[in-house]
């Protein structure tokens, strides 16, 4: 079958589809170009089925090369017949193509290999005839002390080594056991004795056993740290009865000594060489699969906090707060420029409140400030109480998550930006920053340091990258770049340009000053034609020489919406504001071969809201006052909360404390949730009441489920545990008085 067919199949999509996605993927265009100006070639494929396509075809010609390279390996041993050939061929996974190498794969000295050394291959092939006769005599011909043969238990036992690793190497064999193992093995998981104080957080699995097909992610990856931390033992176990009879249906075909022979083979072969085999595969593909889930949920939470609203472009002051040190505070303008920083002490006596005080009006009046973020670090909850507490009018008082804003102002970039000043000046800038554009400002750190996922040291750090990078290039390319005032680390998130073309394009704009129109992108260095195709829609120039340049309309269709202002009487920006001429506009007059309905419907939509940041709008949010810290909450407790990270076992929520508290899965709503996604995301603002305070575990438990529904679950328990008869006596009572 051919990639596309194979693809089709399994996505559901026409092999067309696939094909010219593959081509136009080969030929160098993006997922984010292809999903929004390729509509027609691909039959309007959306971004997550052309990112399919795309690992999908990569994973099909990886298969390709390592067919190539077992059946060039297999030929140079002399080995490779036309069925072999054919078998490699036809392999339609890596873990059946590997199994069929496994014999011609080149290995260390085994105990099979030895017995074959001393030539005890054909009475190895003659006990798997199981045919009737006296072993020992057939064995009594092997006999060879020159050969290290020195009796014929010797070469029994030899030649048992032989079957035992052609039974653990069978294709067919190690097919059915995997099976086995995934579909009925479990994880086992113990503390290791004298380790139960630093295991502590991994109580939960001091004597747990789980279904490797039903454990979660999560529940996998935990178990697996706490191994590698030698704080936990883990096993896999499956029970021998549900794997040798389904062995023996293969090997065991008669009732003789020679059986027997076969039998003691095949036993040695599953405790000696397949189920260790077998656990080690089990380990890395439940492993893959955990990692799998793990990266879709970190990636999810990633896209949410990159798309979360910003306040937009304001005189805004920023704080990160501090104890002792003090809280470094800076102003930046609507742009987030820095304009002055200095360090106030509202946390060292009255001398220090009283002068903090002061300096923060001061510099709220002196440059017009109209919004104060706060850091939610140490001391943040108090910081934010101190500025609360001062009145300042119509100012915008937010906190502002700051996980990640140390790394990113040790970083290169940070260095780069404000090489005069120190880290503790960058962080305030980064959380200011944050506030007015959080997409923007987080594109410079690394996502696994903004705060959200799970486990995600702990899994696949390639494919994590992979599924981090299409996130982040496909926020940016979705919200748009304003090319004059964009930086390079959100320049090279552009579809077709990277970091050198973003480092090109802010060294023409600081000699050239702005750009003045997309097509001026051409004379950058380095920046062909098929840069400018794929990046041109995605960059927007506000007050540019043509109207459309500050929209998401691709320069390549310009000629089509001057043709349309020119159809209505009217200019290409009077379509952009009034409303009447849209209407007037008969969008099938338009198709072509090129252009279809899906593109002239994005361009009309356009044309209404040119530019249109696809973010919500922001809003206000406050912490409950007075609850500052874990000693201050108490159970029943109802307080205002924002998400801040999503698992699969439920969403930990931010209330004002510095320790985030978890709404599990069954708490997140008062039905039945399969995937907190559907009922959360990153940076929600939610109502939450607390439940459990766990201070010497640092955990604290919240629910989102409404008071009726949580006062109504004991009597609902209660009817549930009522006698069968006693229900049914109630129910046929109340048909009774009905129907009276």
Request: charged share 30%; hydrophobic share 40%; aromatic share 6%.
């Amino acid at each position: 079958m051919t990639y596309e067919s194979i693809i089709s199949q399994e996505l559901s999509v026409s092999s067309k589809q696939v094909s010219t996605t593959i081509n136009l993927l080969d030929e160098g265009a993006t997922v984010p170009f292809i999903a929004r100006y390729r509509k027609e070639l691909t039959g309007s494929l959306d971004e997550v089925q052309i990112t399919a396509i795309r690992d999908r075809v990569q994973q099909l010609r990886d298969l390709d090369k390592r067919k190539d390279a077992i059946l060039k390996s297999i030929a140079e041993q002399g080995k490779l017949t036309p069925v072999l050939e054919q078998q490699v061929k036809a392999a339609e996974t890596m873990a059946i193509l590997e199994d069929i190498y496994l014999p011609y794969k080149p290995k260390r000295k085994t105990r099979a290999s030895v017995a074959r050394e001393k030539g005890l291959q054909p009475l190895a092939d003659q006990l798997l005839l199981q045919e009737r006769g006296e072993v020992a005599h057939w064995a009594a011909q092997f006999v060879d002390a020159e050969k290290g043969v020195a009796t014929w238990e010797e070469a029994l036992a030899g030649a048992r080594d032989i079957v035992a690793e052609q039974i653990a190497e069978h294709v067919d064999v190690r097919t059915r056991t995997r099976k086995i193992f995934l579909e009925r093995g479990q994880f086992v998981s113990r503390v290791v004795p004298g380790k139960e104080d630093a295991a502590i957080k991994y109580k939960d699995y001091f004597e747990w056993a789980e279904s490797l097909k039903d454990a979660p992610s999560h529940r996998v990856l935990a178990m697996r740290r706490g191994e590698k931390e030698e704080l936990l033992y883990l096993d896999i176990n499956v029970a021998e009865v549900d794997v040798l009879p389904t062995i023996e249906k293969i090997y065991i075909n008669g009732h003789n000594e020679a059986s027997g022979q076969v039998q003691q083979a095949l036993q040695d072969s599953y405790k000696r060489l397949l189920k260790p085999s077998m656990e080690t595969e089990v380990r890395v593909l439940t492993r893959q699969r955990a990692d799998e889930e793990a990266i879709r949920v970190f990636a999810d939470n990633v896209r949410q906090l990159l798309l979360a609203a910003p306040l937009g472009q304001k005189r805004l002051m920023a704080i990160d707060p501090g104890f002792r040190t003090g809280c470094k505070t800076v102003v930046l303008d609507a742009q987030g420029t820095l304009l002055e920083n200095t360090a106030i002490f509202p946390h060292t006596g009255a001398g220090g409140a009283a002068e903090a005080a002061k300096t923060l009006k001061h510099l709220v009046e002196k440059h017009a400030v109209e919004a104060i973020a706060v850091g939610n670090g140490t001391a943040g909850r108090e910081t934010e109480e101190f500025v609360r507490k001062l009145g300042l009018s119509g100012v915008t008082l937010v906190m502002v998550n700051e996980s990640g804003a140390s790394i990113y102002s040790a970083s290169e970039v940070a260095r780069e930006e404000f090489p005069d000043h120190d880290v503790t000046v960058r962080g305030a800038i980064s959380i200011g920053r944050r506030l007015m554009d959080p997409l923007a400002e987080l594109v410079k750190i690394d996502p696994k340091s903004i705060g959200v996922g799970q486990y995600q040291h702990d899994v696949d750090q390639h494919k994590l990258q992979t599924a981090l990078d299409d996130t982040v290039i496909s926020c940016v390319n979705s919200v748009g770049v304003e090319l004059n005032t964009a930086s390079k680390q959100i320049l090279s998130y552009v579809s077709g340009l990277g970091p050198s073309l973003a480092q090109q394009i802010v060294n023409y704009r600081m000699a050239n000053g702005p750009f003045r129109s997309r097509k001026e992108l051409k004379k950058v260095p380095r920046l062909g034609d098929k840069a400018f195709e794929q990046a041109a829609g995605f960059l927007r120039i506000r007050q540019a020489e043509h109207p459309l340049d500050a929209s998401a309309v691709h320069p390549e269709r310009y000629a089509l919406v001057e043709q349309m202002a020119k159809d209505v009487n009217a200019k290409v920006e009077d379509l952009m504001t009034n409303e009447a001429l849209r209407k007037q506009i008969d969008l099938k007059k338009y198709v072509s071969e090129q252009v279809g309905l899906p593109t002239l419907n994005d361009i009309l939509a356009e044309l209404a809201k040119p530019g249109r940041d696809p973010r919500e709008q922001f809003e206000e949010f406050n912490f409950t006052d007075g609850v500052n810290s874990v000693a201050d909450l108490r159970i029943g407790m109802k307080l205002p909360g924002i998400v801040t990270n999503i698992t699969n076992f439920g969403a930990f929520v931010d209330i004002g404390v510095h320790q985030d508290g978890l709404v599990h899965l069954s708490q997140l709503a008062n039905r039945y949730v399969a995937d907190p996604h559907e009922v959360v995301k990153v940076q929600q603002k939610v109502m939450v009441t607390v439940t459990e305070i766990d201070e010497r575990r640092n955990r604290i438990g919240l629910t989102m489920k409404t008071e009726e529904k949580r006062n109504n679950a004991p009597k609902r328990e209660q009817k549930a545990r009522q006698a069968p008869e006693t229900d049914m006596a109630t129910k046929l009572a109340a048909l009774a008085s009905k129907f009276k």
